[in-house]
């Protein structure tokens, strides 16, 4: 009974199943993941379309916010959802960042 064909059959089913079963989960996995990311960077970039679209400049030379973003995350202190616009002599900036100021990125080029 040892070397019977049906305990090899079974042997062999048994490995591709689990082959099927991990190849199916990473690539469900994967997908899903990218579809996630793919997501909020769609989120991030509406966001940032929509505050871009807010700013202006006013005829004295100063940078002004239109209208106040859609986002309600922006108006609760230290909710995770920050913006800040600088611009020479003005700093516009969420009312979630509270009374603190995001770090300026330095200039990498």
Known sequence: MRNSLAL??????AIWLAAAL???????STLFERHV???????LEHQLTSLTAALDWSPDGRL????????????L????????????GALLRS???????????PNTR
């Open 22 to 28: 991990g190849a199916s989960w990473w690539m469900l």
């Open 37 to 43: 990311n793919d997501t909020y960077v769609r989120q």
């Open 77 to 88: 202190p230290y909710s995770g959802a920050y913006w800040q616009a600088r611009a020479p």
């Open 64 to 75: 002004l916010l239109t209208r106040a973003p859609a986002d309600p995350r922006y108006e």
């Open 95 to 105: 009312r979630s960042l509270w009374d603190t100021e995001m770090p300026e990125k």
């Open 8 to 13: 090899r059959l079974l042997a062999v089913a």
